[in-house]
């Protein structure tokens, strides 16, 4: 679909009225598509994308008072809040369109039309809304490459550990959080999180949790100590249906203190192939102010695999709904430890891949630890 030829959905319960607009539109280079009921409306919208949608108000329920068209707005609305709509009426009043208006409808044309008056109409909303369209793929840009200058450019060198990452937003930005932090002592601070939502809304929360655990982190050592004084900053500015998981560690030398405040349990896998979960922690941030976080010690011995990831891993789902699970993870995984970090990674994201079809549903990080 491109703007030389927008493609227009036609709406009314008449087909004479319809095959005269589709044929005025088509002279006119749209593509074009009629319909007559509210229910064949929202069929459309959902299976195709069009630029406009050029509407009747009135339909078999009744033929004066509009209110089918009304409902009809509030919920193409709900399937597409940015696509122009332009309503009609042969029993056009001005409060009529005024409520038109209001729930959705961008103009308002009475029957019968004026050829040139409605095709002026016509162009002048695709033209917002492709003049809309654009402004909105250069602030995505800027999102994008805001958000991926967010992420650790360099991995940070351990001796005896290998670190491998993989952060891969479904929008182009998402809320999925991953860091790496130097800190004194040749400490590295890990941190890989999760704020509800997705898109820019979840870029946003994310980017305030990056800012806030890199200040902290220099200056907190304990984990839990970190947790809770990011959970107070979370429970004061997040809305009430707003929550972050997160997950941090500080790594020195083979020991790794963490806490881990409702995210999905990152996972040791052993040498032997014996595993455990690193769940000691608390709540996730922003619902309970004054939680106290607990916090735990863990050796990485040499062979180990540390594998830190997001929900948007393990709640992927293949064609038939089934989700690829926490426990084909962790098969996998320790099925391949012997794998350098980078070569884990790979295996678990082209296994993932595999599985789903290329088509992820959420954000998806992963964080792949090797001790050499």
């Known amino acids: 679909m491109t703007t030389d030829s927008p493609r227009a959905l036609i709406a009314d319960d008449q087909p004479d ?23 064949a409306v929202l069929d459309s919208l959902s299976a195709r994308d069009f630029d406009l949608l050029l509407m009747d108000l009135n339909y078999a329920r009744d033929t004066t008072s509009g209110a089918e068209g009304l409902d ?10 940015s696509l122009p709509v332009v309503v009609m009426t042969a029993w056009g009043s001005i409060p009529l369109a005024v409520e038109a208006m ?3 409808a961008r103009d308002f044309v ?20 492709s003049s809309g369209r654009a402004a909105a793929r250069e602030e995505r840009r800027d999102a994008v490459a805001t958000q991926k200058a967010l992420l650790p450019r360099t991995i940070p060198q351990i001796p005896g550990c290998d670190i491998a990452v993989e952060w891969t937003p479904m929008k182009g930005v998402g809320g999925d959080y991953l860091d790496l932090i130097p800190v004194s002592g040749g400490r590295v601070g ?3 999180g999760d704020v509800a939502g997705k898109g820019a809304p979840a870029a946003l929360l994310m980017s305030n949790l990056q800012a806030a655990v890199r200040t ?7 984990p839990a100590s970190l947790m809770a004084r ?3 900053l979370a429970a004061a500015n997040l809305a009430a249906n707003k929550f972050i998981t997160l997950f941090y560690g500080v790594l020195e030398g083979q020991r790794l203190t963490y806490a881990n405040a409702g995210h999905p349990a990152p996972m040791l896998v052993h040498a032997d192939g014996e595993s455990q979960r690193l769940d000691a922690g608390g709540a996730l941030l922003g619902v309970f102010p004054d939680w106290p976080y607990q916090q735990a010690e ?9 594998v830190l990831f997001t929900d948007g891993m393990v709640e992927a789902e293949d064609r038939d709904g089934v989700e690829f699970g926490e426990e084909r993870l962790l098969a996998l995984v320790a099925a391949n430890r012997t794998l350098d970090a980078a070569r884990l990674r790979q295996q678990v994201m082209g296994a993932l891949g595999v599985f789903t079809g290329g088509a992820f549903q959420d954000d998806a990080t992963l964080v792949v630890v090797a001790m050499v």
């Open 102 to 104: 209001r729930r959705g």
């Open 230 to 232: 990011v959970n107070g």
């Open 17 to 39: 009225v319809t095959e005269a607009l589709r044929l005025l539109l088509k002279r006119e280079g749209y593509q074009t598509e009629a319909v007559h009921s509210p229910r």
């Open 298 to 306: 863990v050796e990485l011995r040499s062979g180990d695999r540390l």
């Open 72 to 81: 009809l707005l509030g919920r193409i609305r709900t399937l597409d809040s």
């Open 110 to 129: 009475e029957k019968p039309w004026d050829n040139s008056q409605l095709l002026s109409t016509l162009r002048q909303q695709i033209g917002r809304r």
């Open 190 to 192: 890990i941190a890989v």
């Open 216 to 222: 902290l982190a220099p200056d907190v050592a304990a």
